[in-house]
């Protein structure tokens, strides 16, 4: 017979027995004490070997889905895709607008429905496995491919027309254009990226379709786990060579007490690491303006990747500038990071909370509505959501309680620290700020340096006439010898 392996709900509701003892009939159903050990040890030895590289499709971690001012983000407004959300009543307009744009995906297609559709019934038991127990266990095999092949071509088909402005032909709306793009990008939301791939071969335009998708989000060398994982890894870019090389250190030297893998551990704590005696994860400054009164100048970075955060220095010396990729924000922006972020929390996704890091130092640096001003000014920031205060409100509210890799731009908080300490730096910002603040204190600055100039002028004038001149000495001489 199959041995049973207790469940955690089964280690606390049931009753333990010793080895040899019998129960009453009126007892709970009972385990032993030995069946009590080997499931602990079994559930752990579960957890520490089972983190994978792409974490399976799930909901929202409850750290997150119990914040009540989280809730908003997570939630479909037009349409459900996948299996956690397509019970709700309230997503009935969006399953018409996925009906259309499977139809077209299967007509275009060149292949019959039933073609396309048995190609996802034979691939039900992986596509399956792509999602957590949970959100797929009340949907037998069948009822679960004609959801994923309906919501997989009305995917494929989106992007499409999106990218091909071919909407109008279908009679779609723009505002339900709009907010199905956003609903393509929620956690809950997301289809393996398995079936788009199973589909698209399938499909008598297969080129096409993957060109659309990459100029959708972006491009990608791995087949990535859904679209939410081909957004981060679009946003986050390439590592830095310096993470790399970190990486690969500390890969090298698996004895070392010094090295550790710049990973998060699974409990959520990051190791506490200093550089140089200092401590990256604690700066003395706050926000955008604190940097702006020692001299530091926002930049745009050469490109949008959010890793590319730096800081450098001016021949070395002032002014500091600290340049950040460009971001656009918009409605779109909160449940985009959001998600982001819940995806990073993932128990079973191993990575390096990129994500999470960048609107961590972002929120740093964004504190009151001025520092948005400032980084609208320096076009590292371009707002289209609406007033300043409202992106202020928005990185204050989505920065709440993220738990950041350390580790992450390390290095450029370090360089700023140590600037920011430097008293000469101080006090040649504030003499900056003081006396060329404006043009008008710069142009009086140069009047009286053209007075003074002027006056020096004269004077040494005057005085080199008043001297006499070798012509007048060589007469007086003369008259003398007469």
């Known amino acids: 017979m199959e041995e049973h392996i207790v469940s955690i709900e089964e280690l606390y509701s049931k009753k333990v027995v010793k080895s040899g003892e019998g129960s009453s009939s009126h007892d709970r159903p009972s385990i ?4 009590r050990f080997r499931s602990l040890t079994e559930v752990a030895a579960g957890v520490q070997t089972g983190v994978v590289k792409e974490a399976k499709i799930q909901k929202v971690i409850f750290l997150l889905r119990d914040h009540k001012h989280f809730v908003k983000y997570f939630e479909p407004r037009v349409v459900a895709l996948g299996p956690i ?4 009543k309230k997503y009935q307009l969006g399953e018409k607008y996925k009906l259309i744009l499977a139809n077209k995906f299967v007509e275009c297609s060149g292949k019959s429905i039933e073609v396309l559709y048995e190609a996802v019934v034979n691939e039900i ?6 999602f957590e127990e949970e959100v797929t266990k009340k949907y037998d095999d069948e009822a ?10 009305a995917i494929v088909q989106y992007i499409f027309s999106a990218v ?15 907010f199905a793009q956003q609903d393509l990008f929620l ?3 997301q289809v393996p990226y398995r079936l788009l791939n199973l589909l698209m071969n399938l499909s008598g335009k297969n080129d096409e379709l993957r060109i659309s998708i990459g100029s959708f989000i972006g491009s990608f060398r791995s087949e990535p786990a859904h679209l939410l994982d081909l957004l981060r890894t679009t946003l986050l870019g390439a590592q830095k060579e310096e993470e790399n090389n970190l990486t690969n250190k500390a890969s090298s030297s698996p004895g070392s007490s ?3 893998p710049p990973s998060r551990k699974t409990c959520g704590i990051w190791p506490h690491r200093k550089k140089g005696g200092e401590d990256p994860d604690w700066q003395s400054y706050r926000n955008v303006q604190e940097l702006k009164s020692a001299g530091i100048q926002l930049k745009q970075s050469k490109n949008s990747n959010l890793r590319n955060i730096s800081f450098t220095r001016k021949f070395g010396f002032y002014p500091g500038y600290l340049w950040l990729p460009p971001i656009k924000v918009d409605d779109s922006t909160g449940p985009k990071f959001m998600n982001l972020i819940a995806y990073e929390m993932c128990l079973d996704f191993d990575n390096d909370f990129g994500i999470t890091s960048y609107i961590s130092f972002l929120d740093s640096l964004i504190d009151e509505v001025n520092d948005v001003k400032d980084m609208r000014k320096a076009h590292v920031l371009y707002n289209l959501l609406g007033s300043d205060q409202e992106v202020a409100d928005l990185f204050n509210e989505i920065g709440t309680d993220l738990v950041p890799n350390i580790e992450a731009y390390e290095d450029v908080k370090l360089k700023i620290q140590s600037y920011y300490d430097n008293n000469w730096m101080t006090w040649m910002a504030q003499f900056f700020h003081d006396h060329f603040s404006s043009p008008w204190t710069i142009l009086a600055f140069l009047g009286v340096l053209l007075g003074l100039v002027l006056t020096a002028a004269q004077t040494l004038y005057a005085v080199m006439a008043s001297q006499p001149g070798p012509c007048e000495k060589f007469c007086k001489l003369k008259l003398k010898e007469t």
């Open 125 to 130: 038991k992986q596509l399956r496995e792509c």
């Open 187 to 189: 956690l809950e939301n």
């Open 258 to 260: 010094n090295s550790e």
């Open 144 to 153: 679960l491919a004609w959801m994923l092949f309906v919501d997989g071509s």
């Open 164 to 178: 091909n402005n071919k909407f109008k032909e279908l009679n779609i709306k723009i505002d339900s254009i709009t």
């Open 85 to 88: 959300h397509h019970d709700n």
């Open 32 to 35: 032993s004490r030995e069946e």
